[in-house]
């Protein structure tokens, strides 16, 4: 059965950084990244990492983030610098072997992880 766990969460003040990871129980897909969501607000994309070389970042979060992977380790990273309140959320690791399908409904997800920002 195929695992995506979450783990890095946690609460921090402003400014502060976390990391978060994503370890795969089997090996890592071609594309993985992180979705979060807040109640009352749209799924945010927020990063991806595809073919371990190609990355993206939602604007909100360019030149604050960056996402990596160890293949060996089966793991994806999201480092997250110079955090914002409005980074307050439940990340969602999520993987899938096509771009446009994780771009829309990825075939696996994590457990989600909270993220709390204070002023």
């Known amino acids: 059965q195929v695992q995506l766990v979450e783990s890095g969460g946690g609460s921090v003040q402003a400014g502060g950084s976390l990391r978060l990871s994503c370890v795969a129980s089997t090996s890592l897909y071609n594309c993985m990244g992180w979705f979060r969501q807040t109640p009352g607000k749209e799924r945010e994309k927020v990063a991806h990492i595809c073919g371990g070389v190609n990355t993206y970042y939602a604007d909100s979060v360019k030149g604050r983030f960056i996402i990596n992977q160890d293949t060996a380790k089966r793991t994806v990273w999201l480092l997250m610098n110079s955090l914002k309140p409005e980074d307050t959320a439940t990340y969602y690791c999520?993987?899938?072997?096509?771009?446009?399908?994780?771009?829309?409904?990825?075939?696996?997800w994590g457990q989600g992880t909270q993220v709390t920002v204070s002023s």
């Open positions: 999520a993987g899938d072997s096509s771009l446009s399908r994780w771009s829309q409904s990825p075939r696996y």
